[in-house]
Every structure is written in structure tokens, then in C-alpha cells.
């Protein structure tokens, strides 16, 4: 544990308690009626009822939309669905600034929609909603379908046969069982929306701003620190309260795993209603999903062709000091760094996690790994500026800073993919291998090492993928003549003229596909076991 908590305390921690400081204390004085101050403010009320009400708006329509597709890839058999299943996840692993841009040319001024009838719905908090149900649609499909497939349908054709209904049969033995699944899914969707930036920063405009925006609007254009700190603190009690709830409901999912039977198969559809269902959430995916990403790339070509994609090799010495197209080595290059950096902090948390002399402090590091995942990533990366500026960690002027932010953001989801498959290793062969002389290295790397390296893959591939759109904290610390492809989008976005957003459409394009080959990859390495994130 001593190299996971050095890294959270140093890259989490402080940086996180030092612009909490800088906010709110004055002359070595914590202020903390400042808080009181800052919630009396009419707009601060209105910002966190919103993100509030849409979090929970969100969450309620992704749960609608997707747990249909969560049935049919638990339950079906058919062609393709491995494409589909793939093609369901492509969204997750997007950065939010792709996202949001893609929903803009969906549903923003010259949009699809604005050329087909007129219809516009930027700046309006349904393109949010929209873009939120979008981005967190494999979140329940993979987190209830992953559960749903374990169940054995017998318990339910055991109810029907003793006179229940399929609705009374589904709701008194499989509804019981997913509950704790459902829940999971809905808290880690909450979260998702609750601390959501990317997307509300581009599809919101000036009209809607959740905590995470403010937090970035306080920080970095009216630089009223003492307003962002308390806005932080507030949004590290909610983030707290829902990690807390998510773990209690994943105890409840893995005591409830244990008692069903997993090895039952999907099916091939019967009758017209199970075919209509499939046809159904396929054409929910494809207006869901693939419509606005292949708008996205049909608007990064438009009527100049390949005019975009050339411009992202000129220096036109305005938004950038290079060549737009520098951000995709960069980013490359930092993910790279970064995934490196998760994998090795992140597995070596898995395994003090799983061992069975771990204490209960030890225990409780797991529900804290969490927390980078809803705490602000702009206060993070504007700690890094204002903590990391001093000898010996004066790393301001070091590249090493933005793998280190991309890293934090990775690390939860290498040992959330780790941690099942490192449970499962019976310990009894370790025992075996040290009876025989193998020292407790060997024994990792004979015994563990072979079980786990293809969740270490999976693993390696989530965080790169995740480290590679990560935007909060990157737009404070890349530096001008180093940037990554998330902030070269947002800062060609916030440019007018049609060759700035054509450059911004073909670049997110460009991320969109090193991304979604990333998942494929992922696709082809997943076993039942090691499926699930």
C-alpha cells in the first residue's frame, strides 16, 4: 500500500487541500463563515439546484433507455452482438468534449436537426439530458447486464409454472436480484452527471452551469477562489455520500452473485415480440449512438473535404503555437505516460486489497480510489499549479505533470477491473507454491501473474483510453505549445469562423477513432470474468 497512498496523498490530497486553503484562509485562519456567505448567493442556489435536478433527470432517462439493451445483451443470442456490445461502450470511452461536440453538430446551430426542420437545441438542457443518456448508456448495460446474464432463468419459469404472470414472475424473483445491480448503475450514472463538465461547458453556454463549470468559472475567469473552494467542499460531500451508498449496493450485488447459478447461456430470440424488442434497442443504438458520431465525422469533412483535416497541419500562430495536429503525439505520448502510471499504482492496490490479513483501514483505501472519479477535476488541476511549485515537487514547468493528472483518473478504473479476477484466484495455490519454496514474488508471478493478465490488459486499455479524453484538470496544465487533443478541441470551439469549428470537428473525429479502436482491442481480450467495469 505504501506507493498507492504516497501517490494519492501527494497528487490527491494535497493539491486538493492546498487550493481548499488558498481559498479559505486568511492569515492562517481557516474563514469558515465564508461558506455561509457563498451559499446565500442567489446564483450559487440556482447552480446546485441544477445539477441537482438534471443529475437526477439523467439518470431516470438513462435507466429507461437502457435497461432494455441490458436485457437483450444478457439474454440474446444473435449475430453481431459483440459488434453491438462494442458499439454500446464507444460513448464511455469517449472524452466529454467529444461528446459535447458531436451533440453540436447534432442539435446546434448549422446542425443536422437546424438543416433537416429548424429544430436547434443547444443552449436548451434537453441537448444536455440527451448527451448525458448518450455517454452513460453503457454504464447500465454492462453494470445490470453483466448481473442479469448470471441469473438463472429457471428461478422465473419455476414462478410462472406455479401460476405467477411473466410481469409477477419478473417482479418477485428477477427484479429482487438486479436491484442492488440497478442501483449501483443508477449511483455511478448520478455521479457521472452530477460532476459533469465537458458537455455541459459546450452544450450549456452561458444559460446552465453545473458545480464542476462553476467551479472552472470561479477558478479561471472571475478568479474568486474562496467562492470555488466552498463550491469543492460541497461537491466532496455529495461525491463522498454517493461512493459511500455505491459500495454498500455492490456488497449487496456480490452477496446476492453468490447465491445464483452463472453459468447459464443467452438464447436465440423466440416469437415476434422478443425479435421486435431486439430490433427495437438496435434502432435505439443506432439513433442514439451511431447518428450523432457519424454526424460528427460528416461535419468534420463537410464541403471542404479533406480542407479540415489539412488545416490541422498548418500553424496559423493564433489558437495554437504549433500545428493543431502536434495534439495527437501529445496526447499519445501522455497517455501513454499515464497508463503506465495507473497501471502500477492501481495493481499494486488491487493486491493489498485482496489479501486476506488486510486490515479494515486498508479495506477502506478501496472506496477512496473512487474519489478522483467525482472530485473536481479543474480543483485538481489548479492544485497542481498552486501545490507542485515548489522544490522538491516543483514540476510546473515538467511534462510529466499531465500524465500524473490523467493517471489519478485511471488508477480507479484499473483496480475496479483487477479486483474481481484477483478475488477469484483461490488462495490455496499460493499456499501450495509456497510449500514447495517459491518465494512470495515467484508465487505472484507463477501463480497470479498467468490468471490476471488479461484483466492487467483490460485494465491498461480503460485507463488509456480514459487518460487519453481526460479534460478537467489537462486544460489547466498542458502547456500552450504541448496541447492535448481534448483542449485543442474545446479551445477551437470557443474560436468563430467556419474553419475553427471544422478543425475542431475533424480533430474530435481524429479522437473519436483512437478511442474507439482502443475499445475494439478491449473487445477481443474480454472473458465473462473480466468483462464487467
Not at 231 to 245: D, K, N, R, S
Not at 249 to 254: A, N
Not at 276 to 281: F, Y
Not at 291 to 296: D, G, H, I, R
Request: positive net charge; proline residues 5%.
Amino acid at each position: 500500500m505504501a506507493v498507492p497512498v504516497a501517490f494519492f496523498a501527494v497528487f490527491f490530497a494535497y493539491p486538493v487541500t492546498a487550493i481548499l486553503a488558498r481559498g479559505l484562509k486568511t492569515g492562517g485562519t481557516w474563514q469558515l463563515g465564508r461558506i455561509g456567505d457563498v451559499l446565500a448567493q442567489s446564483g450559487v442556489r440556482q447552480v446546485l439546484w441544477f445539477t441537482t435536478w438534471q443529475a437526477l433527470v439523467s439518470t431516470v432517462l438513462t435507466l429507461l433507455v437502457a435497461l432494455p439493451g441490458a436485457y437483450v445483451l444478457a439474454r440474446f443470442d444473435f449475430p453481431g452482438k459483440q459488434v453491438l456490445r462494442a458499439v454500446v461502450t464507444v460513448p464511455f470511452v469517449l472524452p466529454t468534449v467529444v461528446v459535447g461536440t458531436a451533440f453540436m453538430a447534432l442539435v446546434g446551430r448549422g446542425g443536422l436537426l437546424d438543416e433537416l426542420g429548424g429544430v436547434r437545441l443547444d443552449t436548451t438542457v434537453w441537448a444536455i439530458l440527451l448527451a448525458h443518456v448518450f455517454f452513460n448508456y453503457a454504464v447500465v448495460v454492462r453494470t445490470v447486464g453483466g448481473l442479469w446474464s448470471q441469473l438463472d432463468p429457471r428461478q422465473e419459469e419455476a414462478a410462472r409454472m406455479l401460476g405467477a404472470s411473466r410481469f409477477a414472475a419478473w417482479r418477485t424473483v428477477t427484479l429482487p436480484a438486479l436491484a442492488p445491480a440497478v442501483a449501483a448503475a443508477a449511483l455511478m450514472v448520478f455521479l457521472f452527471t452530477f460532476t459533469s463538465f465537458g458537455v455541459v461547458q459546450i452544450l450549456g453556454g452561458p444559460t446552465f452551469s453545473t458545480l464542476e463549470v462553476e467551479i472552472y468559472r470561479q477558478t479561471s475567469e472571475i478568479f474568486d477562489l474562496s467562492t470555488a473552494a466552498v463550491l469543492t467542499m460541497i461537491q466532496f460531500v455529495a461525491v463522498g455520500a454517493i461512493l459511500a451508498l455505491h459500495a454498500w449496493t455492490v456488497r449487496r450485488r456480490e452477496t446476492a452473485l453468490r447465491l445464483v447459478d452463472a453459468s447459464v447461456t443467452a438464447r436465440r430470440p423466440r416469437g415476434a415480440g422478443q425479435w421486435a424488442l431486439l430490433g427495437a434497442v438496435v434502432g435505439t443504438v443506432a439513433v442514439l449512438v451511431l447518428l450523432p458520431l457519424a454526424v460528427l465525422v460528416q461535419r468534420s469533412f463537410g464541403a471542404a473535404g479533406l480542407g479540415y483535416y489539412r488545416a490541422l497541419t498548418e500553424d496559423d500562430g493564433g489558437v495554437f503555437l504549433v500545428a493543431p495536429i502536434e495534439a495527437v503525439g501529445n496526447s499519445l505520448e501522455y497517455a501513454v505516460a499515464a497508463t503506465a502510471i495507473a497501471v502500477l499504482v492501481g495493481s499494486l492496490a488491487a493486491v493489498a486489497l485482496t489479501r486476506r490479513d488486510a486490515g479494515r483501514l486498508v479495506r477502506g483505501f478501496d472506496a477512496l480510489l473512487m474519489l478522483p472519479l467525482g472530485v473536481s477535476a479543474v480543483t485538481v488541476g489548479f492544485g497542481f499549479l498552486i501545490a507542485l511549485d515548489e522544490p522538491p515537487l516543483d514540476l510546473r514547468a515538467s511534462w510529466i505533470l499531465v500524465p500524473l493528472a490523467q493517471a489519478l483518473v485511471g488508477v480507479p478504473f484499473v483496480v475496479r477491473t483487477m479486483l474481481p479476477v484477483l478475488r477469484a484466484v483461490d488462495v490455496r495455490l499460493r499456499e501450495a507454491a509456497a510449500v514447495l519454496g517459491a518465494s512470495p514474488w515467484r508465487a505472484w508471478r507463477e501463480v497470479d501473474l498467468p490468471m490476471v493478465r488479461r484483466a492487467l490488459l483490460i485494465a491498461a486499455g480503460f485507463a488509456f483510453a480514459v487518460s487519453l479524453g481526460e479534460f478537467g484538470a489537462t486544460v489547466f496544465i498542458a502547456r500552450p505549445e504541448n496541447p492535448t487533443l481534448p483542449v485543442a478541441v474545446a479551445r477551437l470551439l470557443g474560436r468563430p469562423g467556419a474553419l475553427n469549428y471544422g478543425q475542431a470537428m475533424a480533430l474530435s473525429t481524429i479522437l473519436m477513432i483512437v478511442c474507439a479502436v482502443a475499445l475494439l482491442l478491449l473487445e477481443r481480450l474480454r472473458t465473462e470474468r473480466t468483462g464487467e467495469f
